[in-house]
C-alpha cells in the first residue's frame, strides 16, 4: 500500500506525542508521589515532636497506662497510630494494638534509626495491621540518655485516594493536551502536505504533457521557493518545447517537400525518418519503425548499406531500384550512428543519356565504313597523283585517320561505359602481357630515337582482369608516352606491393601542367590541341584508362612536371 506523506507525519507526530505523554505520566506520578510521602514524613515528624514532652514526661513518671490512654487518644484526634517504645525494643504503647501482645521492635528500620538517636522512618508492609504503611520514629532523650522511641505511622491507603485523584487530573490535563497536540500535528501535517501535493500535482501534469500549469502556494516558505523554481522552469520548458515543434514542423515540412527521397536509419536498419517521395519510391505508407528491407529488398541497396555502415564513410552509388535508376547518396553520422540516405531520380536523364550514347554508337558505326573507304580510296589516289596534289591527298589522309582513330575510341568508351559491361576475367600475367604490346611499338621508339626500360619484378603475382582490356589500356598510355616524349627515355616498371600490382609508364617528355592534371581524364580533353591533333590523338585515351582500371577496381595516379615528364601509377588488385 502507497503510504501518502501526510500519513507518515501525522503518525510520526501521534508516536511522539504518545510516548511524550506516557513519559510524563510515568515521571510525574513517580514524584508526585515521593513528594507526598516526604509531605506526609514531615507532618509524621511534627506531630511526633509536638507530643515529645508530653510522652518524656510519662517515661520519666513510667505511666504506662497513663501514656497507652494519651497515645490512644492523641491517635484519634490525629488520624495517625502512635507507638511508644523502650530503648530495648519493648513496645511501650499503641493507639491502635494491645502493646503486650506487640512483638519486641527493635529490629524494625525507623527504631533503629531512632535508638541510634536520628529520625527513622520506612515506608514498609505492616506485620501488625497487614497494611502498607509509613513510620516515622524520633529517639525521646532525658539529658543525653535515651528513655524511649515516639513512632508515628499513617495508612498509605490516604495517599493512594490522595494520589488517584490527582493522577485523575493529571490524565485529564494529559488528554487535552494529547488532543489538542493531535489537532496540531494534523493541522501541521497538513499544511506541510497540501504544498507538497500540489507539487506533485503540477509535476504530473508536466510530465503528461501539460505546460498550462502555475502552482500557487500561500506561505512564503522554502516549498515557495521550490514552487516558483518550478513555475520558472515549466515556463521555460513551454517555450522550449513551443519552439522545438514549431522547428519540427518547419523540418517536416520541409523533409516532405524534398523532390528527393530521403531515408534515416539507425544502426540496426530500423527506418527512423523518411519523407513522401521515398514512400512514393518504395510504394508503402506508414514505414517508420520497419526494417529497410522488409520496405525495399534490393540487394545493391543492401550492399550499399553494409558498406557505409563498415567503412563509416558516405558512398554515392547509382542504383535501379523498382525498374527506376537513382543516385544513392548515402551518408554516415557517426554520432548517433546513423546512416542518412537520399535517392535522386535519374531515370529520365538516364533515359536521355541512353539515347546519346545510342546515338554515338550508332554513328561511330555508321562513320567507320565510309570512312575506312575514304582511307583506303585516298592512298590509292596518293599513288596516281603529282607531287603538289599529293600534299592535299596526305592531308586529307591524316584526317580520315584521326576520324578513325575517333570513332575507335568512341566506340570503345562507349562498350566501356555500358552499365552491365561484362569483363572476360582471368589470371593474367602483366609482365607477359606489356612485353606484348612494347613489341608493337619497338620500331617508333627506334625512330625516335629513344630509350626502352622495362623492368619488373621476379615472381609477379597474377591479376584478376580481361586481358583485351587491360592491353588497351597499356597501348593508351605507352602510345601516349612515346607521343609526348621527344627524347630522353621511357621506364615502364612492374612491381607487387600490398596485395597490389604496381604499374609505373614514366617519360621524360613535354609533362602536363599543374592545373590540367586533374581534367585529362576526361573525353575530348587535351592540354594543347594543335599537338594532339597533329599527332593523331582524340583526347579519348586516358578516359578509356581511367575506366578500364575502375572496371578492374584498381586505382590510377599521375604526376608530372612541365619539361620533366610525366609518371603514370596504376595500382590493380592480386587475384587471390
Ligand atoms: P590524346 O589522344 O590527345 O593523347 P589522351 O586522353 O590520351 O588524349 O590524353 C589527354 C591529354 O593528356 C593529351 O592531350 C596530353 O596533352 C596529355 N597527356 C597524356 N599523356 C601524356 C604524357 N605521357 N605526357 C604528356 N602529356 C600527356
Redesign the pocket.
Known sequence: MKRTLFFKIFTGYILIILSISSLFLLFSFKSIRENQINLLKDNLENIALSMESRIYQFLKDKNFDGLNSFVKGLGETTGTRITIIDPEGVVLADSEENPELMENHATRPEILNALYGRTGSSLRYSATVKKEMLYVAIPVREEVELIGVIRVSLFLEQIKILLNSIRRDIIWVTIIIIFLSLIGAFLFSRSLTVPIKELVNASSKVADGNYDVKIYLKNKDELWSLAESLNNMIERTKVLITNLSEQKEALDTIISSIHEGLLVLDKKGKILLSNKSFKKICGFENIEGKLYWEVIRDPELGELIRDVEKERTGIIKEIELLGKNYICNASYLSKYEEIVLTFINITEMKGVEKIKKDFVVNVSHELRTPLTAIKGFMETLGESVDKKNRRYVEIVLRHTERLI?IVK?LLALSELEESRIKLEVENVNLEKLLKNVITIYENEIKNKKLKFVFESEKKLPAIKGDSYRLEQMFI??I???I???DKGEIRVTLKSENKEVKLE?K?T????AEE?LTR??????????S???K???????????KHIVLLHKGNID?K?TPGE??S?VITLPVST
Not at 509 to 512: A, T
Not at 520 to 529: A, H, P, T
Not at 535 to 545: P, W, Y
Open positions: 582513330n575510341d593508351n598510355l602510345e601516349n608516352a607521343k609526348y616524349t609508364v617519360d617528355g613535354v609533362g602536363i590540367h585529362i581524364f576526361e573525353r575530348f580533353y587535351v592540354v594543347d590541341k599537338r594532339s591533333r599527332l593523331g590523338g582524340t583526347g579519348l585515351g586516358l578516359s578509356i584508362v599521375v608530372s615528364g610525366t603514370f
